[in-house]
Every structure is written in C-alpha cells, then in structure tokens.
C-alpha cells in the first residue's frame, strides 16, 4: 500500500490557532478553560468550558458567516489554515485526485437550538430555510470542498468522541489504496451550548470545579471529577509519500497505522478493564507493522472522568506489559478541554508535533495522582523526548473506539 504523510495541519482550539500557537500553548501548559460566555450558564451546575475567544471575523467572511453553523465556520478556518501550512495552490489541489473526510460529533447544535427557539414562540412556519444545511453533519466536508474545488473522494464520519480520529484513518486508508493523493480530513465540534452543557451535566459527566476553572480537567488524578467541554476543529492534509516528495512539500509526520473497534457493553461507559480499547490499540499496532516496544509515547483519550481514566489506563497496561512502565503518556485535554468530534484530529496534530519536535505535551493539573493508576502521565511540564512512534487514543460514547500511529518523519 501506498505511505501517506502529513504535510499540513489547520488547529483551531481555545489554546491557539493556527500551528505555531497551538504548540506554543502546549509547550507552555496553557489553558483554555474558563467561565462560559455564549450563554447564560448560571443555572447550571457546571458553568465552565474551553471556549475559542479570538476574533474570528477576519478568518471569514461575514456574509458567508451567516449561512454556515459555527462548526462548519471553524472547519473552513482550519482547513484555510491546513492548506497554507501545507503550501498547496488551488491548481495543485483542485481535482479528482483530492478529497474530504472531515467528522463531527453533533453538527449544528447551536443553530439547531436557535431555530427550535423560533418554532416554538413564532411557529414552524418562521424556520430559516437555512436550518436543513446549516444543521447536517456532512457540510464541514462539503463546503471545504466546495471551496477549494475537491471533487475526489468525499465522506463524513460521526463517531461521538472517536470522530477526528476515524475521519483520519478513513482518509488515511483512502490514499493508500490509491483512490486520492491528497485529503483535507480531521473534525470540527462547536457544542458549547445550553443543550449540551444541561444534557451532559444532567449524566454527571461534567466537571463542576467552577470557582477554578483552569484547574478543572484534571486527567488521572485522584480528584478529577468529570470532563471539561472544549470547541475547535483539526484539520490536516494527508498526503501520499511521493506526491509529496515530488513537490518538496514539508512533512510534519508519517501516518502508519489505525485501527477501530466496539466495546458492544454500554451507551457511555467504557467496558472494563477498556476491553473494546485493548482490541483497537493492538489492531492499529498491527496495522503499523511495529511492537508495543517502538512506540514511545500516548497521547491519551484522557477526559478526566473517573471511569475512562481507570479503563484506559487498565488497557494500556495490558497492551503495552512491562513497557508500559516506560512510556510516555499525557492528556492535552487537561488544557484544550474535550472538544468531541474534533478531539482525536486535534491530538494527531499534538502528536505530530510532538515527534517532529521531539517535545512531549503535558498532562496539567497533575498535582494529585490517583494510586490505582501507575503510568509515566508527564505531570505539568512539557518534556524533551525524541520518540520514533507515538499513539493517539479516541474512545466514544457508544463504545466505539479510534486509535493512530504516527511515526517520526526523518529527511
């Protein structure tokens, strides 16, 4: 099969957009947690998320804007950003030969509510003939490609949490069977909403830590109590290896491996001892072609919620074996906050980073460890580690799972 690389990466997350300040805010152990903005939260139990504060109406166009739900708006913005990290042109990207597979968890919530508001106090008949494409999952995908004129292979993939991570495996397996040589792949997630923050605090699933917002996401540690809902989207360009070396393109990381799988146990939690996870870490190594031995370094589902952190790290434990005790493992959820859909293309862009860069994320918040989970979490400071294969971990409500392998990119 053919080698894919990654030669451009779009972040857009409440650490920092763009590439550079995305790797600035993990080095730094920069948080992006705060008290919600974009609606009275004040009702509710938790009133904090990872909220993307910048000013984006430079980044599109505003009447544009209009027409499109928030987590189309922050895919196109990242992928304008992919594409011009990558340093494609319109006429090397137009074509057959390029695609999307750009995912989300829950679409256009925000516009949904909104228009639901409209129905119910001026009638269904008051509803924006715009609801339908503002709403439906596939539009990231479609209007990138509608931009930039991408007429390959095109799909959307919605898998809750695992999304980022599934829609680049499926662009990843889609260059190596030869059906494209570029595509525009990762997710987009813009839930910051009422809906969600009162459904997801009402399963007890959020963190309440309200007077320390920073501090809230707290993966692994003994007092963690629930995860900290963050928006963004990660976009990437995949590339296959020769297109790419035939235009000098520069290569962030080579993708090598992925892998999916079913807890088949429960709607939201984990299988014990992360059974459905072990199944997905050891397929993606053996799509890899590489021993748990050669992977240095995890960059872990690590919601900070009590029974995904005790699975997970049960299920590395058993994948890895006594190397588990060597690798390197950390959460950037502890600073990002759990952007769903867009959470594991967001990781992949930290993971490249880290190998390319030879800088390990950190796990912040790391002051109270939890004993029953013994891994090297890298507590609170970013760490200089050169790594040859690292891992990214996507788990889902609904258990389904994601895993990658990336593998350090050497000239």
Same mark, same amino acid.
């Given at each position: 099969?053919?080698?894919?690389?990654?030669?451009?990466?779009?972040?857009?997350?409440?650490?920092?957009?763009?590439?550079?300040?995305?790797?600035?805010?993990?080095?730094?152990?920069?948080?992006?947690?705060?008290?919600?903005?974009?609606?009275?939260?004040?009702?509710?139990? *938790?009133?904090?998320?990872?909220?993307?504060? @910048?000013?984006?109406?430079?980044?599109?166009?505003?009447?544009?804007?209009?027409?499109?739900?928030?987590?189309?708006?922050? /895919?196109?913005?990242?992928?304008?950003?992919?594409?011009?990290?990558?340093?494609?042109?319109? !006429?090397?990207?137009?074509?057959?030969?390029?695609?999307?597979?750009?995912?989300?968890?829950?679409?256009?919530?925000?516009?949904?509510?909104?228009? !639901?508001?409209?129905?119910?106090?001026?009638?269904?008949?008051?509803?924006?003939?715009?609801? &339908?494409?503002?709403?439906? *999952?596939?539009?990231?995908?479609?209007?990138?490609?509608?931009?930039?004129?991408?007429?390959?292979?095109?799909?959307?993939?919605?898998?809750? *949490?695992?999304?980022?991570?599934?829609?680049?495996?499926?662009?990843?397996?889609?260059?190596?069977?030869?059906?494209?040589?570029?595509?525009?792949?990762?997710?987009? @997630?813009?839930?910051?909403?009422?809906?969600?923050?009162? !459904?997801?605090?009402?399963?007890?699933?959020?963190?309440?830590?309200?007077?320390?917002?920073?501090?809230? !996401?707290?993966?692994?540690?003994?007092?963690?109590?629930?995860?900290?809902?963050?928006?963004?989207?990660?976009?990437?360009?995949? @590339?296959?290896?020769?297109?790419?070396?035939?235009?000098?393109?520069? &290569?962030?990381?080579?993708?090598?491996?992925?892998?999916?799988?079913?807890?088949?146990?429960?709607?939201?939690?984990? /299988?014990?001892?992360?059974?459905?996870?072990?199944?997905?870490?050891?397929?993606?190594?053996?799509?890899?072609? &590489?021993?748990? @031995?050669?992977?240095?370094?995890?960059?872990?589902?690590?919601?900070?919620?009590?029974?995904?952190? $005790?699975?997970?790290?049960?299920?590395?434990?058993?994948?890895?074996?006594?190397?588990?005790?060597?690798?390197?493992?950390?959460?950037?959820?502890?600073?990002?906050?759990?952007?769903?859909?867009?959470?594991?293309?967001?990781? /992949?862009?930290?993971?490249?980073?880290?190998?390319?860069?030879?800088?390990?994320?950190?796990?912040?918040?790391?002051?109270?460890?939890?004993?029953?989970?013994? $891994?090297?979490? &890298?507590?609170?400071?970013?760490?200089?580690?050169?790594?040859?294969? /690292?891992?990214?971990?996507?788990?889902?409500?609904?258990?389904?799972?994601?895993? $990658?392998?990336?593998?350090?990119?050497?000239?």
């Amino acid at each position: 099969m053919k080698r894919v690389v990654i030669t451009g990466m779009g972040p857009v997350t409440p650490i920092g957009i763009g590439e550079a300040a995305f790797a600035e805010g993990q080095r730094t152990g920069k948080s992006g947690i705060g008290r919600i903005t974009r609606f009275d939260a004040e009702k509710f139990p *938790c009133r904090i998320a990872g909220e993307i504060h @910048e000013d984006l109406s430079g980044r599109i166009d505003a009447r544009e804007a209009k027409r499109l739900d928030r987590f189309v708006q922050l /895919a196109l913005i990242g992928a304008d950003l992919a594409i011009a990290d990558s340093g494609l042109t319109d !006429s090397e990207l137009r074509g057959e030969h390029s695609g999307t597979i750009i995912g989300t968890g829950v679409g256009g919530m925000e516009t949904w509510e909104e228009q !639901s508001g409209v129905a119910h106090s001026r009638g269904s008949s008051r509803v924006s003939p715009m609801f &339908i494409p503002m709403i439906i *999952c596939n539009m990231a995908s479609g209007h990138v490609a509608m931009r930039y004129g991408l007429t390959g292979p095109s799909s959307t993939v919605v898998t809750a *949490c695992a999304t980022g991570s599934g829609a680049i495996g499926d662009a990843l397996r889609t260059i190596q069977l030869g059906l494209a040589d570029i595509m525009l792949t990762g997710g987009s @997630e813009a839930a910051i909403t009422s809906f969600s923050i009162g !459904s997801f605090g009402n399963m007890k699933a959020l963190s309440t830590r309200n007077d320390d917002p920073t501090t809230a !996401s707290r993966p692994f540690t003994a007092s963690r109590d629930g995860f900290v809902l963050g928006e963004g989207a990660g976009i990437l360009v995949l @590339e296959e290896l020769e297109h790419a070396l035939a235009r000098g393109a520069r &290569i962030h990381a080579e993708l090598v491996g992925y892998a999916t799988s079913a807890d088949a146990y429960h709607i939201t939690m984990p /299988a014990p001892e992360g059974r459905g996870a072990q199944v997905a870490m050891r397929a993606a190594l053996k799509s890899a072609g &590489i021993t748990p @031995e050669q992977v240095g370094y995890i960059n872990a589902h690590g919601t900070s919620t009590p029974a995904n952190d $005790l699975n997970e790290t049960l299920a590395i434990q058993a994948v890895y074996g006594e190397h588990a005790s060597k690798l390197a493992v950390s959460s950037t959820k502890s600073m990002t906050g759990h952007l769903l859909g867009a959470a594991g293309a967001i990781e /992949a862009i930290a993971v490249a980073q880290a190998l390319r860069d030879g800088i390990l994320p950190p796990t912040m918040n790391y002051n109270d460890p939890d004993p029953a989970l013994k $891994l090297d979490f &890298i507590p609170n400071v970013a760490r200089e580690q050169q790594v040859d294969y /690292a891992m990214s971990n996507s788990f889902a409500f609904g258990g389904q799972n994601a895993v $990658l392998v990336l593998k350090r990119w050497v000239d």
